[in-house]
């Protein structure tokens, strides 16, 4: 799997007037993609509300790539076992999404992996408040990319959203999915 280098996406492709970082963090997360016989969809996680950073935001598992991970596939899946419990014999790493960057100063690279059921859900109570799985076929249509702008620290600040029943998905999160969209429509 080769992983491309290059900082394509993040945070400010629709906000060029924002200001970004200039010290980034590498982290990684698992786009896993549930191969249902009837459909494939994608799970992902809501956070729980009492975290510091992101509560209650719907992410794909992952998070900082630690010194002990020997890669960004390692991270991703470490995350991935951590947060929901599922293991990496149950997922087959097949690609990556471009490297996101995000206005906080994480460099996130989404590494695609498939997950074939049965497999355990266990969420660490602690991170994760619900696990769910929604259809790839609603994530990657293009009508259900909404833009959205909020008042951020004196900006103005767009951003992508997806709602799916009442999980509402959005910033990072949804900009790596329209960007999995985009992949998808050119294959």
Known sequence: MARSERI??????????MPMPTETKAAAVLVPLVLHEEEITVLLTQRTN???AHAGQVSFPGGRVEES???HEAAALR?????????HEHIE???????????????????VGLLQPPFQVTPD?????????????FLIAPAN?????????????QFYAMQYQ???IWGATAGMLVNLSELLADQ
């Not at 995350?79 to 293991?87: D, L, N, R, S």
């Not at 109570?125 to 076929?137: G, H, M, R, T």
């Open 93 to 111: 790493l097949i690609g990556y999404l471009d490297v996101y960057m995000t206005r906080t100063g994480y460099e996130v690279t989404p590494v």
């Open 8 to 17: 394509t996406r993040g945070d400010n492709d629709l906000n060029p007037q």
């Open 166 to 168: 009442e999980h509402f």
């Open 50 to 52: 009492h975290l510091k």
């Open 125 to 137: 109570p602690f991170e994760v408040a619900d696990v769910f799985e929604v259809p790839l076929n």
């Open 69 to 71: 991970d020997d890669s």
């Open 79 to 87: 995350e991935t076992e951590e947060e929901i419990g599922v293991t």
């Open 145 to 157: 990319h909404q833009r959205m702008t909020r008042e951020d620290k004196g900006f103005k600040r």
